[in-house]
């Protein structure tokens, strides 16, 4: 199975802020990486698939980089909705896994 | 508009089973892989498994395996997750998601949710 790692943790950001978030995949899985917004209570949601290419409707302040085994997820300018937690997730083979997430916090 | 509608909450017994529908509206039901996501209070999202509604195929977790059944009803574009032998840590809520694209471009569409609890 494919293990999904993604750093930090947590992360303190203001708004208008540029952070990135990393996530790492045990083994090669090309570009099937994709990166999922959510906030409490909600399902998550679509925001990156193929590990750059941006869903219908998502702001253009997210982008994603990478392939192979290393991956970013960019936001350029924060506000205020941005906060929330990220998760990536491999679609290469199933189980199809995920992070652990990322929890975006204001500072 | 695409959709997924999932049934209503449940309280179950430790040793029991549960059973959530996620019902599809808007889209080809028997065009996409259906997954299944459970996600424990505080904790992260853990992928359970798939079923792809037209061949009724599935891929499971392994942790899940023999615990876990999809099916599908295709006459009502509805798929289910059964869920056996329930433990405390089987807490959690549930979620289906709809499967885009060949190759896969992530799950675009979920539904609401279904919060199962487990409790004596």
């Known amino acids: 199975d494919i293990q999904m790692t993604q750093s930090p943790s947590s992360l303190s950001a203001s708004v208008r802020d540029r952070v990135t978030i990393t996530c790492r995949a045990s083994?090669?899985?090309?570009?099937?990486l994709n990166w999922y917004q959510q906030k409490p209570g909600k399902a998550p949601k679509l925001l990156i698939y193929?590990?750059?290419s941006l869903q219908s409707g998502v702001p253009s302040r997210f982008t994603g980089s990478g392939s192979g085994t290393d991956f970013t997820l960019t936001i350029s300018s924060l506000q205020p909705e941005d906060f929330a937690t990220y998760y990536c997730?491999?679609?290469?083979?199933?189980?199809?896994?995920f992070g652990q997430g990322t929890k975006l916090e204001i500072k | 508009q695409v959709q997924l509608v999932q049934s209503g909450a449940e309280v179950k017994k430790p040793g029991a089973s549960v059973k959530v529908s996620c019902k599809a509206s808007?889209?080809?039901?028997?065009?996409?892989?259906v997954h299944w996501v459970r996600q424990a209070p505080g904790q992260g999202l853990e992928w359970m498994g798939r079923?792809?509604?037209?061949?009724?195929?599935?891929n499971s977790a392994q942790r899940f395996q023999g615990r876990v059944t999809m099916t599908r009803d295709t006459s009502i574009s509805t798929a289910y997750m059964e869920l056996s032998r329930l433990r405390s840590d089987d807490t959690a809520v549930y979620y289906c998601?709809?499967?885009?694209?060949?190759?896969?471009?992530?799950?675009?569409?979920w539904g609401q949710g279904t919060t199962v609890t487990v409790s004596s």
């Open positions: 998601a709809r499967e885009v694209g060949v190759p896969a471009r992530g799950l675009d569409v």
């Open positions: 808007g889209y080809t039901f028997t065009g996409y892989y």
């Open positions: 079923i792809h509604p037209n061949s009724g195929g599935t």
């Open positions: 083994q090669t899985i090309s570009s099937y």
């Open positions: 193929a590990a750059s």
């Open positions: 997730q491999q679609s290469y083979s199933t189980p199809r896994s």
